[in-house]
């Protein structure tokens, strides 16, 4: 019998209208642009301002875009993943929501949180649900309304995040395309670095928690910074070398975007030409989970079936990894 692969076939997203620049962040904090584009690389992010909204508002429209440019309808899907740090709620599932709201019935779901990493990993996840034979269509999502856990008091995390959401439709190919391989690695030593102190159930929120603004992200940059520069290189090389894929055997890769300096590194390592490498951080920032759909989803009409991509990330935890996936289909 033919061995089932797991094929991304198709994409959606949804970024928030309100753009919120580096001028109007040095208005807010002591910074200025010329020090965000040079560190970081970000001119400006997309902010979900609507009131009593969270990430499924955002994950829902993706997930609507997806199913629309599919011809999909809802009863169709089997499973949905979620990869999330800003779940609606600590409970239920925001997958759940998701699913309720878009109008899937009869599937199951679930949140995925590996920070940064949270989207590879759940499009690792549910290739193997694909691949079982257990399923036919997955929707894999991920989403982060960062600005909802970001201290935009602190200038050394406020310019860094943005908000957006992005979803793909994994189903069987017999053709041998979609995912290849996977490395995925963690070291919880890396928890100490970037993490949020309360909410959880050590610290639950207090009067005390509140005041002492424990809620935000908390970023120790420069060890995230060597850890990230190094090990989406190691990874990224390594899933190359593991299938004799040199850099002309590669259309893209699509690398997490934290900070250009990272991603020019990566690139580097692997031996990759610039126009190789999917960037879109300097409209979006870092929106977590959902930084790689929204690089796809961009970069969509470039892509043919075939095509080998490389997508690899770095994130809280620390968690990385890479897939090695070969693109489905032609642009529409
Ligand atoms: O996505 C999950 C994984 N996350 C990452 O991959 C993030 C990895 N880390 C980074 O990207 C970088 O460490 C940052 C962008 C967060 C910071 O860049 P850096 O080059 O490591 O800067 P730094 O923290 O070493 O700070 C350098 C200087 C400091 O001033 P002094 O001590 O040299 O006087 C900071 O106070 O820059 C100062 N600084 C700022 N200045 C203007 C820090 N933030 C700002 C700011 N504007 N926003």
């Not at 109008?103 to 549910?126: E, P, Q, R, V």
Request: aromatic share 8%; proline share 4%; hydrophobic share 40%.
């Amino acid at each position: 019998m033919q061995k089932l692969t797991a094929a991304i076939t198709g994409i959606g997203a949804y970024v928030p209208d309100y753009i919120l620049t580096n001028d109007e962040l040095a208005n807010m904090v002591d910074t200025s642009d010329e020090w965000i584009m040079t560190r970081i690389g970000i001119k400006e992010r997309h902010i979900l301002k609507e009131e009593g909204e969270g990430t499924s508002f955002m994950a829902t429209k993706a997930v609507n875009d997806l199913l629309r440019k599919t011809n999909t309808s809802p009863e169709e899907i089997d499973l949905v993943i979620c990869a999330t740090v800003t779940p609606d709620h600590l409970f239920p599932a925001t997958a759940s929501i998701i699913a309720d709201k878009v109008g899937i019935k009869g599937a199951f779901h679930f949140d995925l949180n590996a920070g940064c990493s949270g989207f590879l990993y759940a499009l690792a996840t549910g290739s193997k649900y694909i691949e079982s034979g257990m399923c036919k269509k997955v929707i894999i999502i991920g989403a982060d309304k960062m600005s909802s856990i970001v201290d935009y008091t602190d200038r050394s995390v406020a310019p860094i995040f943005g908000d957006g959401a992005g979803a793909v439709l994994l189903e069987p190919s017999e053709e041998g395309l979609g995912v290849q391989d996977m490395i995925l690695e963690s070291d919880g030593v890396g928890r100490q670095f970037l993490h949020q102190k309360a909410g959880g159930s050590v610290k639950p929120p207090s009067h005390e928690s509140i005041d002492a603004r424990e809620h935000y992200i908390f970023q120790d940059g420069q060890p995230v910074f060597k850890w990230a520069v190094s090990k989406m290189a190691d990874v990224s090389v390594e899933i190359m070398n593991k299938h004799n894929l040199t850099a002309d055997d590669i259309a893209y890769l699509v690398p997490h975007q934290a900070n250009m300096r990272i991603i020019s590194a990566t690139a580097k390592r692997m031996k990759l030409d610039p126009e190789k490498v999917m960037i879109n951080i300097e409209r979006y920032g870092n929106t977590t989970a959902a930084t790689l759909p929204l690089c796809i989803w961009e970069y969509e009409s470039k892509l043919k079936k075939g095509d080998n991509l490389i997508i690899s990330t770095f994130g809280a935890g620390f968690t990385w990894g890479a897939i090695y996936l070969k693109w489905a289909y032609d642009p529409k």
